[in-house]
Nanobody, 122 residues
């Protein structure tokens, strides 16, 4: 079994920054890709970023390129999402997920965290 726990969400003004953390535990051999997705009220789940746990390659959604950055610390079993220049449209619940490979598609992820709320005020 794999457990994912997100933290770091909160309320921030537009233009501010937050860093989300996703701490993993359990059978880490079951996955290699770790991704961040978000879901705003009344909308579907949206891909944000993903990284390969073994290789380090990363992909970011066009909507966050240049503002968000995904990174990992293998020693701490933790994946981060640094979010800068936040906008009100970034308001959502942010989820961490783990799967067999890095992908922008949610269906490739088997394990999900409980989510952390990010609210950006204008």
């Amino acid at each position: 079994q794999v457990q994912l726990v997100e933290s770091g969400g909160g309320l921030v003004q537009a233009g501010g920054s937050l860093r989300l953390s996703c701490t993993t535990s359990g059978r880490t051999s079951l996955w290699d890709g770790v991704g961040w997705f978000r879901q705003a009220p009344g909308k579907g789940r949206e891909f944000v970023a993903t990284v390969s746990w073994s290789g380090g390659s990363a992909v970011h959604a066009d909507s966050v390129k240049g503002r968000f950055a995904i990174s990992k610390d293998n020693a701490k079993n933790t994946v981060y999402l640094q979010m800068n220049n936040l906008k009100p449209e970034d308001t959502a619940i942010y989820y961490c997920a783990a799967g067999s490979r890095e992908s922008a598609l949610a269906r490739f992820y088997d394990y999900w965290g409980q989510g952390t709320q990010v609210t950006v005020s204008s």
